[in-house]
Each structure stands twice: as C-alpha cells, then as structure tokens.
C-alpha cells in the first residue's frame, strides 16, 4: 500500500535531499510539505500546508501521514535569541510529532546533534537532548533519530561559525580515523538518505544514529 509522508525544513541543508527521496520513492503516493510560505517545487504527489509554526495545531485535521520527516534547525545568531532557538529546534519539533502521532502517523525521522544531551552545560546540545528526551515518550512505533557531526553542503545562509570550522575540519581531516572518525564532518545529503533508508526498513523501536553511523549507511548503497 502506497503510503504518506509529512516533511518539515524541507528547504534546508537536509530537507531539500529527503524530499528528492522522496517524491522519487514509488512506495509513496503523497508528500506533505509545511512550510512558512507558498513551496516552489511543484509535483503531483507534493502537497503543500502553508503556516506559521506557531500555528501547527489548527491544521491538525491535515497533518495525517504514515512517516514523519524533520528536518527543522537553526543557529541562535539565525534565530535571533535563545528562546526563538527553542521554539525551532525545540517546541516545534515536539509539537509536530504530538499532532502527527494523533493522527495516526507510525514512524518518526528527526535530526538532531552530535552531543545532544539534555544535562549538557552546552545551550544548543542540551536543547537538542530536551527536545530527544520529549519525543522519546511521544510513542511511536518507530522513532529515528539523527546526530550529525558538522554539516557541509550548500545553505541558503551564510552561517561564519559553520564556514570557519569546516576549513578547520578540512585541514585536519586526514587524521580524523578510528575513534576521531565520528567527528569528520557530513554532507547534508548523506544524512537525508540515511533518514530516507532507515523510514524504508520499518523497524520498531527507539533508534539514535551517530554520524559514523549514517556515514556508513551512505557508504553502502548499491550504486
């Protein structure tokens, strides 16, 4: 049976890849989009729920789905204030599954971070363990989720903290092996077909995938 899947941020980094997957993945017949403003990329499968986050609740009724994609994240120096920060990488992630959960959504795909940990005495990993700790009690069958090292690929934003760490990273790339490895910086691709693979095998539970992790489940594909 053909199925439905929601995505969020699916015009970031990640997002943009894991709606290449998957309006091009047959098993599904619908992909909803949420977004702040009209969705350029027209599809016949794509639908589009236009909304502000704060105002996901009212479109509760439309938020039905099989699989649920987020793909939301921003910086405080983007957000503006550490309380917007949570609003995005936290309050809405959680409040998307809440809705998507009622309305009988199964599977639960989510980035998060490397480091995420909600005791961290770091602000953005510890929201990103808040956010991991919330949604494992939300309940679904299955719930994945992603924990990136450094994300490099084309932004729509110039983010100077991302840049200066990747020219870093480049540099000492060659000697990122064994237990280094895990912090070599990703492509925002391989995550999104991480995420896409992973939805696909319908295993239930509770997962968390590292980057070496998801890394690898790039590295496998059959070409």
């Known amino acids: 049976m053909a199925k439905t899947a929601i995505i969020a941020g699916a015009s970031g980094l990640i997002g943009k890849f894991c709606l290449s997957y998957l309006l091009m993945d047959k098993n599904y017949s619908k992909v909803i989009v949420i977004s702040r403003s009209p969705f350029p990329i027209k599809d016949p499968k794509l639908e589009n729920i236009v909304c502000d986050f704060d105002q996901l609740a009212q479109h509760a009724s439309k938020l039905t789905a099989d699989d649920v994609y987020c793909c939301l994240g921003t910086t405080i120096g983007v957000a503006g204030s550490q309380e917007n920060f949570k609003k995005v990488d936290l309050y809405y992630p959680i409040e998307l599954a809440k809705l998507t959960k009622q309305q009988g959504a199964k599977q639960f795909m989510i ?34 989720i992603f924990q990136p090292s450094l994300l490099t690929g084309l932004r729509k934003e110039f983010r100077v903290g991302e840049r200066i760490a990747q020219v870093v990273t480049k540099i000492f790339r060659p000697l990122m092996f064994g237990p280094l490895s895990k912090y070599k910086p990703i492509e925002g691709m391989v995550v999104a077909y991480a995420m896409h693979q992973k939805a696909a095998m319908e295993h239930n539970g509770f997962y968390i995938h590292q980057s070496h992790d998801i890394q690898s489940v790039f590295d496998r594909r059959v070409l």
Do not use: C, P, W
């Open 111 to 144: 980035v998060s971070a490397m480091g995420a940990n909600a005791k961290s005495s770091i602000f953005y990993n510890r929201v990103k363990g808040e956010m991991q700790d919330q949604l494992k009690n939300i309940g679904f069958n299955t719930t994945h």
